[in-house]
C-alpha cells in the first residue's frame, strides 16, 4: 500500500556531495518513520539514518556531522543530504518506510535502490 521511489545516486569524488530523494506515495497515512539505509558488496544493510513522524532523527556514527536526514510532509518526500563523501560511503542507498495501526500491524516498505559511488 506504500510505494518508495529514490532518485540522486550517482557518481561522486571523495570530498563531494550528493542529495538524495525519497517521494512515497499510496497509503502514506499510516507511516510513522522513514529512514535511509545501505548495503556495500558482501555487507549487511545498515541504517544509515532515519526520522520520525514526531521529526526526532537518527545517524549513524560513521555519517553523523556530514548526513543530513530531512523531510518535505507537503511531498510526501524524505532527503539525504551527504557531504564529505568517502569512498567506505560506496553502497547501494535504500529507502525504508514503517507504517501501521493497531488494526492492521506494523509493516515495512522498501524502495528499488539507487547506487552511490565515491571516487577517483
Known amino acids: 500500500q506504500v510505494q518508495l521511489v529514490e532518485s540522486g545516486g550517482g557518481l561522486v569524488q571523495p570530498g563531494g556531495s550528493l542529495r538524495l530523494s525519497c517521494a512515497a506515495s499510496g497509503s502514506i497515512f499510516s507511516i510513522y518513520a522513514m529512514g535511509w539505509y545501505r548495503q556495500a558488496p558482501g555487507k549487511q544493510r545498515e541504517l544509515v539514518a532515519g526520522?520520525?513522524?514526531?521529526?526526532?532523527?537518527n545517524y549513524a556514527d560513521s555519517v553523523k556531522g556530514r548526513f543530513t536526514i530531512s523531510r518535505d510532509n507537503a511531498k510526501n518526500t524524505v532527503y539525504l543530504q551527504m557531504n564529505n563523501l568517502k569512498p567506505e560511503d560506496t553502497a547501494v542507498y535504500y529507502c525504508n518506510a514503517e507504517s501501521g495501526t493497531l488494526v492492521a500491524g506494523i509493516m515495512d516498505y522498501w524502495g528499488k535502490g539507487t547506487l552511490v559511488t565515491v571516487s577517483s
Open positions: 526520522i520520525t513522524r514526531g521529526g526526532s532523527t
